[in-house]
Every structure is written in structure tokens, then in C-alpha cells.
């Protein structure tokens, strides 16, 4: 399989242009087309995630940090299972995901001699589409891999199947791309945000083991940084999975970039305690679905520190790729998820089998809590409308 980006067509690609310079920003896409192919071995691997001729490698982020256990996928069955299991995780990483899992699904049925007809290739994508129902990235990314299918079939003979892998490798590997480029620019006007000499809390981890770059609200963190602003991060924990003290502290201690972890329950409290200190503070977060009027679903947990932020007249800020945004749906479903992760802790049982439980995946912050969101087309403050976008 031959893994190689068409940089190119995506330079001819004037619908994607005319978006980026929805705010008049000039964007030098060569410089990151060349990080690109540094960070990726010519797009071969990132943070979380190796390609391969006959399978991907996922990096298991439920053993982080404490061990690093990659995950082989040779199809988009196990691809899925890896998902729905949070080996993967990660509205943009998500979406990667499924695309990938599209080829490799493909690939072994080509492999098998299995001609990819319409009803194949939608037993492929339903398989994917059913793992985490809130993530609109992953429908996203499955809605564009069925357009390149569909294309396909409109020009080319479905006889030619060999090409058909390798158009949807293209695909593939170019939503990579633009999510990749799309963190860079999110990255850039979200630390724009961050004042210097401030402290900065987030939730969960929305850094590059959740997308296909340097992440969504990380990335503001991580620029701002870069950029010679000094700032401390407080990051909540992220129960039941503890994505923030796991997987944020992770990326923070490999960026040198200051921080503290506290439990979410403490997160009104510390806002307040760094108020009476006089600290510029501000809260960036990502999302998993963005409705047209700004109605962001995240990660448990980001709805009350929206609450928390907006009692203490503090900045919140979400941030997250323009894939995220839903204009079509008026609702967005919220995944509860198995009791088990709540009953036990790492696999140590705290609670006996017959506690009820309530495992919300997900939670909804409405657009009056959010102060700013930040896509890779700029800064959007409230009132939003997305229709257009």
C-alpha cells in the first residue's frame, strides 16, 4: 500500500483555501506540510497510531503512562472494537480511526477475494458508524470515505478494485492531513486567548493522542507556550477514565509546560482560589459535537466547569476542528456507557453489582456558558450561527 499524500491536489483544493481564509489569515502551508512530514515520517505514524500494509497499530492510552502497548487492527471490525473500548479516543482521533478502518476493511476483503460492492462497503462503514454515537467526527469521516466510494463508482468501473484501495487511501490519509493542519491554525488563534502569566485549566485530553496533530485546546496551550508565554495548566482528573491525569499530564510533562492535576470536584474551588490570587485565568476545552447555534457536547464534566467559569466571570473557551460542527441536527445523543467503569476503579471493585449507576460519557455546555469557540477558521463569539460554515 503505498502511504503518501498528494500535497499537490490539496494545494489545488480551493474550496478548502477559501474556507481557511475565512478570517484573512495567511496561511503558510508549506511550513506545514514540512511539520507534517517531520512529526510523521512522511505520514507513516503519529502520537497514537503506526500504518502498516496489512494492518494499523493503535497505542492502548488505557495502560498511559504507566506502560506503552500497541494494538494491532487488520480490519474494521477490530478497528471498531478499538474505539468502542477507548484504546482509541477522541472526537478527531475517532474519525482518523474509521477512515482507517475503512482501507484496512477493504484491504483484507480484497485480500480474501471478496468483491467490495455498494452493500459491502455499507456493511463496512455500519460497522464503524455504531461505536460511539456522540463523536460527529467519526460520522464525518465515514460520510466523506462513502462520498470517495461513491465517486468512484460514478467514473470507474467497480471492476477496478486495486484503484478503489487507493483512492480511499487517499481519503484517508488526507483527513488526516487536514486535521492535522486544522490543529496547527486552531492551535495559533486559540492562543491568541491565553493571556500571559495566567493559569489555564482544561478537562480531559484534547492534545495529540486524541487528534491527528498537536490536538484542539492543547494546542492553543501548546502554542501559546511556544510563543514565549509564560502559563500554568490545571487539569481536572477526568473520572471514570482519568483522561487528565493519565494522558494531559503525559503531554504536558513531554512539553516542559507547568501544571497541576486536581479531582473534578475541586475545579470551582481551585477557579476560586486562583482569583483570590489575583491570576488572569481562563478555561480551553474541546468537544466532541457542536451544533449550528454553538451547543457543545464534551467530555462529563465540561458543562459544570462552564458553570463554575461563568459564576467567576472567567473566559471559557471550546475549541475543536470545523468537522465537530453538526449543522443538521437539532439534538445530540449522549452515550452512557458500561456501569462497569464506574463500579471499579482500574479493576479494583468499589462498588457491588447491585449500585445503580449513571456513566454519562458526555455532557452539554448551551452557547450562553461559552465565551468563544475556536475552529481553524478563527475565533467565533456568541451569538453563533454555524449554518454557513
Not at 204 to 221: D, K
Not at 301 to 325: E, M, N, Q, R
Request: aromatic share 12%; net charge neutral; glycine share 6%.
Amino acid at each position: 500500500m503505498f502511504w503518501k499524500i498528494n500535497f499537490e491536489s490539496i494545494k489545488k483544493d480551493t474550496n478548502f483555501f477559501a474556507k481557511l481564509n475565512n478570517n484573512n489569515e495567511i496561511v503558510n502551508l508549506n511550513e506545514i506540510i514540512s511539520t507534517f512530514e517531520a512529526e510523521t515520517e512522511g505520514g507513516k505514524k503519529h502520537t497514537w497510531f503506526r500504518l502498516f500494509d496489512d494492518y494499523i497499530e493503535f497505542l492502548d492510552q488505557r495502560f498511559l503512562p504507566v506502560k506503552e502497548n500497541w494494538v494491532k487492527c487488520r480490519d474494521e471490525k477490530e478497528v471498531a472494537y478499538a474505539i468502542r473500548e477507548m484504546i482509541v479516543r477522541g472526537a478527531p482521533a475517532i474519525g482518523i480511526s474509521a477512515a482507517f478502518g475503512v482501507v484496512y476493511g477493504v484491504k483484507k476483503r480484497l485480500q480474501n477475494k471478496v468483491k467490495i460492492t455498494p452493500d459491502v462497503f455499507s456493511d463496512i462503514t455500519t460497522e464503524l458508524e455504531r461505536t460511539r454515537p456522540t463523536a460527529f467526527n467519526l460520522k464525518k469521516a465515514l460520510s466523506d470515505m462513502e462520498e470517495e466510494f461513491h465517486n468512484f463508482v460514478e467514473i470507474s468501473s467497480l471492476d477496478n478494485q486495486d484503484e478503489l484501495l487507493q483512492r480511499l487511501t487517499d481519503r484517508a490519509i488526507k483527513i488526516w492531513f487536514y486535521d492535522f493542519m486544522y490543529c496547527y491554525l486552531i492551535g495559533k488563534f486559540g492562543a491568541e486567548l491565553i493571556k500571559d502569566d495566567s493559569v489555564v485549566f482544561t478537562i480531559c485530553n484534547t492534545g495529540s493522542l486524541a487528534t491527528g496533530g498537536w490536538g484542539t485546546a492543547f494546542s492553543a496551550i501548546r502554542f501559546a507556550n511556544r510563543i514565549g508565554k509564560k502559563i500554568e495548566v490545571i487539569a481536572l482528573e477526568t473520572r471514570p477514565f482519568l483522561q487528565g491525569s493519565r494522558l494531559t499530564a503525559w503531554e504536558l510533562m513531554q512539553n516542559k509546560i507547568p501544571f497541576h492535576i486536581i479531582v473534578d470536584s475541586s475545579a470551582a474551588f481551585s477557579i476560586s482560589q486562583m482569583k483570590r490570587k489575583g491570576k488572569d485565568i481562563c478555561c480551553v476545552v474541546g468537544a466532541d459535537r457542536i451544533l449550528k447555534d454553538g451547543t457543545t457536547a464534551n467530555k462529563i464534566g465540561t458543562f459544570t466547569l462552564a458553570i463554575s467559569s461563568k459564576y467567576f466571570d472567567v473566559p471559557f473557551y471550546v475549541l475543536a476542528p470545523s468537522t465537530t460542527i453538526d449543522n443538521v441536527s437539532e439534538k445530540i445523543p449522549i452515550e452512557e456507557r458500561n456501569p462497569k467503569e464506574v463500579r471499579e476503579f482500574f479493576g479494583v471493585r468499589v462498588l457491588p453489582d447491585d449500585v445503580p449507576v449513571f456513566n454519562f460519557a458526555f455532557d452539554i455546555t448551551p452557547p450562553d456558558l461559552i465565551s468563544a469557540i475556536v475552529t481553524e477558521k478563527g475565533i467565533f463569539r456568541y451569538p453563533y450561527d454555524f449554518s454557513q460554515l
